[in-house]
């Protein structure tokens, strides 16, 4: 196979005191699919994410993006070669309106930051394509209100308006659907499928129908290791898969 | 009856538009504070302790810079105001530098020294950030007492008052309360444009949300340290300033109690409040200034006012106002 591949990791491995969180993982996500990251609780995802976005350094192993050595980088400078991450816990600025937070990410990505001798006024000239990112994600009649007033799945769509105003080329999403009700589950994946059109997204994920309709390629992870790897036919018809991690609930 | 002319543009609830500017309430709270400095001296106020407070509100909305609006709490603020009070001291005294030199100089000593300490200290969170401000504090504490320029238990004394820019007399008080009037005004508005700045900005994001910032690929340290040396260089202007003022430079303050004081001053205040420092710094002076004949009850006086608003007012005396007015100030 010829196949390209954005992000790849080669024997990743984490240790913490007595205890390897992440232990030889191989990944390769290949550039424009939707990728999950399933397995028990407390098989090494957050960790796995943690190291992609080198919010945590790895103890063995490469990780490549884009064909570039990121091993030893920092988070932010990861960030700005478009490898964007969100987090487990919903990852607004809780006191920012929602134009304000999406401003944040385009004032980034768009200069400015470092101007403690400007008005703010100049902050303007990102609204109007910041409107267009709330209106996108559908966020609309929230633009106003001050982001820890809005419900639960309301900040997970600003999250990804904050995180696509930053035009990332890939993004990890740390199990976007947690803790919802059935409608804004609806909303997050209709949302994903149109956020993955032209980039690439690895998910963490926890809600098999959503990995289902999703994703292109799962891989499972127990123990900090890889078990399987395939489409959901594949994967979730694997006998050692279906033993380790569904355990009875389909039996 | 005629409809109102000007609607706001558009008042329904969702849609914002986009704060611009300083809005009306704080222009006006900008005036009645402006006018209040003017022309407190003239209605019976005693000049040195209307300009003791100036300085150490100065030094608390430098200190706010950080607390409450990047939230790291420095608890070594002292060293800068105080250190730069004996730079000035030494440069106007030893060297006869005119007062905006000596201030200029001391305000550039205090931004180094900022920017030296500051780079140490945010590579730690919380707790550690907090005692290794103190411990860098403690160290300019010693080295004030025991350099030679300093005078030691002394300080240095009878700080003179040469003429602004050469030719600005600057003998009577009145003189230094315009110096002092107009440092303070401009050192606020510039905290002020520090707060709403696109820079400002950057700095709620990282105290709203650290992670998040650094993975919108924000280099958070670089932002903390320029706020860190910011903060010190108004810190030090303050204390320069003070240097005129009581034309002395001591080790009071440079000591660490200087830096819980400055705590106290926006807390009571309000933290993450642009007027709250000014207030909290006023109340906390005039306590002691007014209250003196207590004595050594001026410290329980001001321990309880702390705990009363810790228990009763968490966010400081502009802070409630702000959230019963639903505003912010």
Redesign the interface.
Known sequence: MTADYILETRGLTKEFKGFTAVNQVDLKVRRGTIHALIGPNGAGKTTCFNLLTKFLQPTRGAISYNGRDITRMKPADVARLGLIRSFQISAVFPHLTVLENVRIALQRSRGASFDFWRSDTALDSFNERALELIEWVGLSDYAGSVAVEMPYGRKRALEIATTLALEPEMMLLDEPTAGMGHEDIDRIVQLVKRVSAGRTVLMVEHNLSVVSTLCETITVLTRGQVLAEGDYQSVSTNPEVIQAYMGTAHG | MAAPISAPASAQ????L?T??MPRHQVIALAVMVLFFALAPFAGLYSVFLMKVMCFALFACAFNLLLGYVGLLSFGHAAYFGFSSYLAAHAAKAWGFTPELAILFAVAGSALIGLAFGALAIRRQGIYFAMITLALAQMVFFFCLQAPFTGGENGIQSVPRPPLFGFIPMQGDLQVYWLVFALFIGGFLLVY??V???????L??IR??E??????????D??KL?AFV?SAALAGLAGAAKAFVVQLASLTDVAWQMSGEVVLMTLVGGMGTMFGPVVGAFTIITMQTYLAEFGAWVTVIQGGIFLLCVLAFRRGIVGEVARLTRKSF
């Open positions: 609830a969702g849609l914002p986009p611009t500017g444009r520090i709403h700045s696109p820079f400002g900005q950057v709620k994001a709203e949300n992670p998040r910032a650094i993975s919108l690929g924000y280099r958070v670089h932002y320029i910011l």
